[in-house]
Structures are given as C-alpha cells and as structure tokens.
C-alpha cells in the first residue's frame, strides 16, 4: 500500500537521492509545474539520467500537459526508462487523451483531473485504459476552474473521484497535496477526512509533511477493535447461502462489512511502525 507520496522538482536532481531516504514509500519527479520553461531540457536530462536504472523506492514522472511540445519530450525520454515506475499526467479532459498515451508508453498511468470538463468525464477517463492505474485530483487548478474557494466546494470533486475510481475497479485515490507546510495539524486532520471520504494516501511537498500523512490516515483504536471483533466473530460463524455471516450477538454481516473491516485492519497495519508501516 502506497501510502505516502513525495513530490520534488525536476530540475533538482540533488534532492533526487534525498526524497529516496525520506520514508516516502514513493516519489514523484515534477517535470510540469515545478520546473520553469527555461529549465525543461536541463530537468528532462537530469531526470532521464536518474531513471536510466530502477530504484529501490518507486519513482513516478509527473510529464507536462497532454498535447504540449514538452509532453511529447517528456515521454520520449522517460516513458520507457527502467527507473520509471509510472506517468502522472496532469490535466486530462477526455479518454481519447488517455489512450492516445497509452500508445506511447507501455509504463502505469496515473490521471489528475482538474478541470470541470475532466471531472465529467471521470469514469471514462478511469477506464479509458488498462494502462490506467490510478486516478486523482489536482485541486489547485481545479479550485481556479470552478472559481471555489472553500473545502465545502469540493466535496462534490472528492466524492466523484472515490466513486469513479471504485466504479472503474482502480485503487482508492490519493488525496492533492496539502500546500501550507507549517500547518501540520490542519494536514492531519484534513487526512482524516480524506479517509472518511474513501481516500488513501496522499501527496507531498516536504518531507515533513510525511509523518502528519500517516498519522492522519491511521484509524482510531475503537475502529480497529471493532473490526478484529467483526472478524474474529465471522472467523467462527457459518455461511447462509446468500453470503451472509450471523454473528454471536444475532447480527448480519455481509460482504461490504467484511471487506470494509479488512480494510481498516490493513491500513492499520500499514499505519503502525514495526508492523508493515514506516
């Protein structure tokens, strides 16, 4: 389980070998946002050279915007490295710009939508692809598009990606990183509530952002209890013919609870040091 993502720049290839050690359990190179158009070449070079052989922590390529001179370089000099474990691609609109990539490249594709027009076109975009491997928000540009300008105004957004990448059988999304670095308690908290929404995960900017992220993802320990006492109790209980599990108490649990208190006792796990975490 991925769980935390580490964004660096590009064009400085000397943070490359540090974002590795930070306990990210990937990383993101920027070749888009994060690198000035004077710089392009010179962080296409650098990043090239530094996926010319795998790492041992995962490293994904953030290309620039479908269609643009630099996409096509981007791809040309990464998307068939063998340190390139994935391309995010910002700004996707539509399927046909998925497709058009995946005859491109043969590595993972990770679709950032931020757009409204991107946003109606979720699903299709979700499953435009079997290259396709994940699908998130890239909420800066989006808040710009929809003219919002509070947490409330996209709970819409959040909840259309969660349903989208379900619906199109992808892993939960990531959250869009969190930009005020000094607010670690906002991050954290601000986790939580991703998790509530169905998120797992999210992007960072420093490596200090890395431990709030783990610590808001954790579930707490009532619902950790609840779902090993769900388990448990299922572990000794007899099957009915329509999937449904009777616990001692004369309670049903289906599928959905069972699969849900897996879940949760995994990304526990994931959460805890020494035991599958950091």
Same mark, same amino acid.
């Given at each position: ?78 998307? /068939?490295?063998?340190?390139?474990? @994935? +391309? ?5 609109? =539509?399927?046909?710009? %998925? *497709?058009?990539? &995946? #005859? ?25 692809? /079997?290259?396709?491997?994940?699908? @998130? +928000? ?5 808040? =710009?598009?929809?003219? %919002? *300008?509070?947490? &409330? #105004? ?31 308690? @906002? +991050? ?47 572990? @000794? ?42």
């Amino acid at each position: 389980m991925l769980l935390t993502w580490l964004y660096v720049p590009g064009d400085r290839p000397e943070r490359f070998a540090k974002a590795l050690s930070s306990g990210a359990d990937a990383v993101i190179i920027d070749l888009e946002d994060a690198v000035a158009l004077s710089r392009k070449d010179y962080a296409r070079s650098a990043v090239a050279e530094f996926l010319s052989a795998p790492h041992e922590v995962p490293v994904f390529v953030r290309v620039n915007e479908f269609g643009s001179l630099g996409y096509f370089a981007d791809l040309s000099a990464v998307g /068939a490295l063998p340190g390139t474990a @994935g +391309l995010r691609l910002p700004k996707v609109d =539509s399927p046909a710009q %998925v *497709t058009r990539t &995946a #005859g491109l490249t043969a590595k993972p594709l990770h679709c950032l939508i931020e757009s409204a027009l991107g946003l109606e076109a979720a699903y299709t975009i979700a499953s435009a692809h /079997a290259s396709v491997a994940g699908i @998130g +928000l890239g909420e800066a540009d989006l808040r =710009s598009d929809l003219g %919002v *300008t509070s947490e &409330a #105004g996209l709970l819409y957004a959040r909840s259309r990606i969660v349903v989208a990448a379900r619906a199109s059988g992808l892993e939960p999304p990531m959250m869009s990183v969190y930009s005020n670095l000094s607010d670690v308690d @906002g +991050l954290r908290a601000s986790c939580a509530e991703g998790r509530a929404l169905g998120f797992v995960g999210r992007a960072a900017l420093h490596p200090k952002q890395l431990p709030a992220i783990v610590e808001g993802f954790r579930p707490h320990e009532g619902e950790v209890a609840a779902a090993a006492a769900l388990l448990a109790a299922v572990a @000794g209980a007899a099957a009915t013919e329509t999937g449904t599990v009777v616990l001692p108490d004369g309670r049903f649990a289906d599928r959905a609870m069972i699969a849900a208190a897996e879940r949760t006792l995994s990304l526990a796990r994931r959460c805890t040091p020494g035991e599958g975490g950091e």
